[in-house]
């Protein structure tokens, strides 16, 4: 599913309980410098990212100061977060002219310990190459690093290295809980694109060998991953940046499926299988 671009007003995009992707949750809370947002979210955990702007966070008896450092954009530095318990009042106070704020959700039921993660704690994956069209770099914001101290949620960024190219290919799936092979993790994606008039396609093959659907994705686009095979590409000329939230239904540890068709394609790309270690 793709949702266009938006005010949504720092309402969330995707709702506790949604019936696409039920295992998730989603909201980009705009602010100006003194304003605060408070939130709290029953059943599930979340992780506070910002996309630009420096915000404090308050949340479990927890004060995290001056989370963020990106001015521009999701270009300009390293991410950072705040780990927000299940069922855990949390209030984020922006402390720069202005903030745009990630809000990712995992549905859970036990309630941990709220931590930060700062730049120098993220763990980094760089995959792919030029002449495959598949160089990217990931950087985990909750990621295996994390594994004890989280229960289902998976948070990230992917950036392109370069301009143009694919990414998520081989294609891969996780909608089904079948373990050792595959596990069920809900997935939305928000992309940003540099220059923000860029764009690009958004595949979604719900089986093997049987055409499927794309969607045009812009500059702010939200896509809701539910089921099938799920490569992305931009745009020749084009950096592309896609912010990643997922939520496993028995486990935190996603076990990709990667499509029969293409699977060959593992062994053409370097550093394939270090990318999907990384998601655990």
């Given at each position: 599913?793709h949702?266009?671009?938006?005010?949504?007003?720092?309402?969330?995009?995707v709702?506790?309980?949604?019936?696409?992707?039920?295992?998730?949750?989603?909201?980009i809370?705009k602010?100006?410098?003194g304003q605060?947002?408070?939130?709290?979210?029953?059943?599930?955990?979340?992780?506070?990212v910002?996309?630009?702007?420096?915000?404090?966070?308050?949340?479990?008896?927890?004060?995290?100061?001056?989370?963020?450092?990106?001015?521009?954009d999701?270009?300009?530095?390293?991410p950072?977060?705040?780990?927000?318990?299940t069922?855990?009042?949390a209030?984020f106070?922006?402390?720069?002219?202005?903030?745009?704020v990630?809000?990712?959700?995992?549905?859970?039921?036990?309630v941990?310990k709220?931590?930060?993660?700062?730049?120098d704690?993220?763990?980094?994956?760089?995959?792919?190459?030029?002449?495959?069209?598949?160089?990217?770099?990931?950087?985990?914001i909750?990621?295996?690093?994390?594994?004890d101290?989280?229960?289902?949620?998976?948070?990230?960024?992917?950036?392109?290295?370069?301009q143009g190219?694919w990414?998520?290919?081989?294609?891969h799936?996780?909608?089904?809980?079948?373990l050792?092979?595959?596990?069920?993790?809900?997935?939305?994606?928000?992309?940003?694109?540099?220059?923000?008039h860029?764009?690009?396609?958004?595949?979604?093959?719900?089986?093997?060998?049987?055409p499927?659907?794309?969607?045009?994705?812009?500059?702010?686009s939200?896509?809701?991953?539910?089921?099938?095979?799920h490569?992305c590409?931009?745009l020749p000329?084009?950096?592309?940046y896609?912010?990643?939230?997922l939520?496993?239904?028995?486990?935190?540890?996603?076990?990709q499926?990667?499509?029969?068709?293409?699977?060959?394609?593992?062994?053409t790309?370097?550093?394939i299988?270090?990318?999907?270690?990384?998601?655990?």
């Amino acid at each position: 599913m793709h949702i266009p671009p938006f005010d949504n007003q720092n309402q969330p995009i995707v709702d506790l309980g949604h019936d696409l992707v039920p295992l998730n949750y989603f909201n980009i809370v705009k602010l100006t410098e003194g304003q605060s947002f408070d939130y709290r979210t029953p059943g599930y955990e979340t992780c506070i990212v910002p996309a630009t702007g420096t915000v404090t966070v308050e949340t479990g008896g927890e004060v995290f100061e001056d989370i963020g450092n990106r001015t521009v954009d999701v270009w300009g530095g390293e991410p950072e977060g705040v780990y927000v318990p299940t069922d855990t009042g949390a209030r984020f106070t922006c402390h720069t002219e202005t903030a745009e704020v990630f809000i990712a959700g995992a549905k859970y039921d036990e309630v941990l310990k709220p931590f930060a993660v700062r730049s120098d704690e993220l763990d980094l994956v760089q995959y792919g190459s030029d002449d495959t069209k598949t160089h990217r770099k990931i950087k985990h914001i909750l990621g295996a690093n994390y594994h004890d101290r989280v229960g289902r949620l998976l948070v990230s960024e992917l950036f392109t290295v370069g301009q143009g190219g694919w990414s998520g290919f081989p294609s891969h799936k996780h909608d089904t809980d079948r373990l050792p092979d595959e596990t069920r993790h809900d997935e939305t994606y928000n992309f940003r694109f540099r220059p923000n008039h860029g764009s690009g396609v958004q595949m979604l093959q719900r089986a093997d060998n049987e055409p499927g659907d794309a969607y045009h994705i812009m500059d702010g686009s939200t896509i809701l991953i539910d089921k099938g095979y799920h490569p992305c590409a931009v745009l020749p000329g084009y950096e592309m940046y896609y912010f990643t939230i997922l939520g496993g239904l028995s486990q935190r540890s996603l076990k990709q499926y990667f499509q029969p068709t293409h699977a060959d394609q593992l062994h053409t790309i370097p550093g394939i299988m270090d990318m999907v270690a990384k998601f655990k």
